[in-house]
């Protein structure tokens, strides 16, 4: 019977995300993200994960090059100025959810802006989450995945704009 149970609020919680990335074009779009450089995208992996695929883009800006070369000599060397921050998450659902809290992992991790892997940072982000949810028994069932990932997901961003500061220095 909690099996049945758990599977039937592990599907609706999925399913309802996936939906909402369909209905509003972007999960970006339906958490109110106005960076346009930043893409969220969900997928199912099995019956029990789900993987989050967060992307950030940034193209620096080339505006005294303009006056001076071609538009597809700039576009083939945008492409190499581009410079990306990717994240995949996982969220792997216990068998007795929602009685038991998910488990958030950092699946991957890379950048091509820092010489330093920052991964530590993300991972330090994601068992801390996990851990107020288990070791300090914060969890509810009342947490749906759309309000769980929304939490991690702004602890994330800042090491998103840690890595984008720190370009600058």
């Known amino acids: 019977m909690a099996i049945n149970y758990s599977k039937k609020m592990t599907d609706k919680n999925i399913i309802e995300l996936l939906k909402l990335q369909q209905q509003y074009k972007g999960l970006e779009n339906f958490y109110n993200i106005s960076d346009k450089r930043l893409s969220i995208k969900i997928c199912r992996i099995d019956e029990n994960i789900v993987q989050f695929d967060i992307k950030f883009k940034r ?32 969220v792997k659902y216990p068998r007795y959810y929602p009685f038991k809290p998910p488990e958030w992992i950092l699946c991957k991790y890379n950048d091509n802006i820092l010489n330093e892997d920052i991964s530590i940072y993300y991972k330090f982000i994601i068992q801390a989450h ?27 961003t800042l090491g998103i704009k840690y890595t984008l500061e720190k370009d600058l220095l």
């Open 130 to 156: 996990n851990e107020i949810y288990s070791i300090r028994e914060q969890w509810s069932p009342a947490i749906f995945l759309r309000m769980d990932f929304l939490d991690l997901f702004l602890k994330i």
């Open 59 to 90: 193209v620096p800006r080339i505006s005294l090059l303009n006056k001076k070369i071609t538009k597809y000599i700039l576009l083939y060397v945008k492409k190499f100025a581009e410079e990306t921050i990717n994240i995949s998450l996982s």
